[in-house]
């Protein structure tokens, strides 16, 4: 009889980084770890926390570099269902 696994299933994409959390920009100040383009107080960003470290040290990126991250994920994951 097989065993039903335990816990969440695990992603093979993604590496130390956590789930992406969309987020509003409080202060400005703060800008884009990416392209360093810079937040406005009032709107929102993604931020993609470290898996372990604390939550301040999530990286914050605008809409655009999150879009290319997403489109990089989708590629990396046809090459795993090519495999
Ligand atoms: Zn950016």
């Keep these: 009889m097989k ?6 299933v695990p992603s093979l ?11 509003p920009v409080k202060n400005n100040g ?3 770890s990416r ?3 810079p937040f406005v ?5 993604v ?3 470290k898996l372990g470290a ?6 914050r990126i605008c809409d655009d570099c ?8 989708c590629e990396d994951l046809e090459e795993l269902k090519a495999i």
């Design 35 to 37: 392209c360093h383009a």
């Design 66 to 73: 999150y879009k290319h991250i997403l489109q990089k994920t």
């Design 47 to 49: 931020a993609i926390p």
């Design 13 to 23: 994409i993604g590496g130390t980084n956590g789930r992406p959390e969309r987020v």
């Design 54 to 59: 604390a939550y301040s040290s999530a990286k």
């Design 30 to 32: 703060y800008e884009c």
């Design 3 to 8: 065993n039903k696994p335990r816990g969440p």
């Design 41 to 45: 107080a009032g709107q929102t960003c």
